[in-house]
């Protein structure tokens, strides 16, 4: 009854890595002439997860180690939702780009069942295996095309320094273990309240600094430009998108459960991670050209915001952040939706440089850039907008008025890339006319665009309540 009960609780998992395996079989057997329906078909396996995943029961399972709580399920609707998406656009691109091969969504099955654990990661080897599941996947996508020495540097610098920050993950896991005597979050938190020793402090320390790895928050982003740069623009989209969510719900989990007795502890070392990310990410986005390195550089920034909002500790905070994080994701993916419709004389735009004078021959694909580049930065009414007003309001609900005005500082820099990007499309001229815009990645862009103003408005109180009742699950003030 009791194993029943587990994997009626672990069916969403289960759906997707059952739907994964027998794809994988159904590609192996079929070929590439299978790719279509092995991508119609792994986009329906994810909806299928989502809908289990909102529908399901809630609980423990397998001792502890697995968590599906209302954070878990938030967590897991957006995850399985992006992938989807994610799908979508890889899809009609690797037909365009000839790269067109049935492992694609194989891949973001796997990574989406590998993100799901985390958000259910209910000790330190869940969370491992969660966060291995997902990164093996993800260096296999970075390095997707393999003709491509750009795309095999990228998958290379990921794995190796994934490498290496699995290796801090793993010797802070080990610290804590040797502190608590179990693996549990809960027997962690119960050793913690009684002594803080040494090694638990240093453990923490290099358990988040493996996990901000994986958000690729400051000092621990080397890996970001080279990668978004250098991988497949859909796959990039992806990386952008529901791996940092997860993470980011990982990060608010292992602290509220496993640490939140020792919160003057971990909230220096979390602020300090913030405040490198918003700063580096808006200043070396200034001397970039590459449009996806620009986009690297505006991901660690908002990193450092996501995290200001978990350095509050309280509930009001992770609600925060999960709201910041979905409204940042919708953004993200259609700008990246925009760059996968845009190409000239058949080769993708990938210079900042290459957006000048787009308002000539594509007003509309202009337009969708201008709104989404205004959200990214900030500005009302923009969905962006409403995703920093969350962060800083629980930053300083929470005391850190100071780190605050930092990030509302760092956020008036980096739009002046932003506002660049809308001075070349409106003003300067264009050097060429671009090509016949591919309807999947279009849509996309434009649904973006309209949810980021005016459908914000409307779906903000609704995102509210839900992420509430997530945040509530952490048990925190």
Not at 101 to 128: C, K, N, Q, T, V
Request: some cysteine; charged content about 10%.
């Amino acid at each position: 009854m009791e194993f029943t009960n587990a994997l009626s609780i672990a069916t969403p998992e289960l759906i997707v890595v059952i739907g994964a395996m027998v794809l994988l079989l159904v590609g192996a057997y079929g070929g590439d002439k299978a790719r279509p329906a092995i991508s119609l078909l792994s986009g329906l396996v994810l909806i299928g997860a989502a809908v289990a995943s909102a529908t399901g029961p809630l609980g423990q399972a397998f001792m502890g180690a697995f968590v599906n709580d209302s954070l878990a399920v938030f967590a897991k609707v957006a995850i399985y939702l992006a992938s989807a998406v994610a799908i979508l656009l890889g899809h009609g691109w690797m037909i365009r780009n000839n790269q067109a091969r049935f492992e694609y969504p194989i891949l973001i099955l796997l990574a989406a069942a590998g993100m799901s654990m985390m958000a259910s990661a209910g000790d330190l080897i869940s969370l491992y295996v969660g966060i291995e599941l997902q990164s093996l996947a993800l260096y296999v996508l970075a390095a997707f095309n393999r003709d491509d020495a750009k795309g095999s540097e990228a998958g290379l610098k990921y794995f190796v320094l994934g490498a290496l920050s699995s290796g801090l993950l793993l010797y802070g896991a080990s610290l804590i273990y040797g502190f608590a005597g179990s693996m549990a979050f809960d027997d962690i938190a119960a050793a913690a309240a009684g002594a803080h020793g040494t090694s638990l402090i240093f453990g923490l320390v290099f358990l988040l600094c493996g996990l901000a790895f994986k958000i690729s928050a400051a000092p621990f982003h080397m890996w970001t430009p080279d990668v978004y740069e250098g991988a497949p623009t859909p796959a990039v989209a992806f990386f952008a998108a529901a791996p940092k969510l997860a993470a980011l719900v990982l990060i608010a989990r292992t602290l509220g459960e496993g640490f939140h007795v020792i919160e003057d502890q971990w909230r220096q070392v979390i602020l300090a991670l913030a405040v490198l990310s918003f700063c580096v990410g808006a200043f070396g986005g200034l001397m970039q050209k590459n449009i996806q390195r620009l986009l690297a550089y505006s991901s660690i920034a908002n990193m450092g915001y996501a995290l200001l909002a978990i350095a509050a500790g309280t509930t009001v905070g992770v609600k925060a952040m999960l709201v910041f994080m979905v409204l940042y994701m919708v953004d993200v993916t259609g700008f990246f939706a925009c760059l996968l419709a845009l190409s000239r004389g058949g080769r993708p735009i990938t210079q900042i440089s290459d957006l000048a004078g787009l308002k000539q021959d594509r007003p509309g694909t202009a337009i969708v850039l201008t709104m989404l580049s205004l959200s990214v930065l900030g500005m009302p009414p923009f969905a962006g907008f409403w995703a920093k007003v969350y962060v800083f309001g629980a930053a300083i609900q929470g005391g850190l008025w100071i780190f605050a005005a930092l990030g509302l500082a760092a956020s008036v820099v980096a739009a002046f890339y932003y506002l660049r990007l809308i001075k070349l499309m409106w003003f300067d001229p264009s050097p060429g006319l671009t090509d016949p815009a591919p309807r999947d990645a279009q849509w996309v862009a434009y649904a973006a665009a309209a949810f980021s103003f005016p459908l914000v408005l409307f779906a903000l109180g609704w995102l509210d309540g839900f992420a509430g009742t997530a945040a509530r699950a952490l048990g925190l003030g």
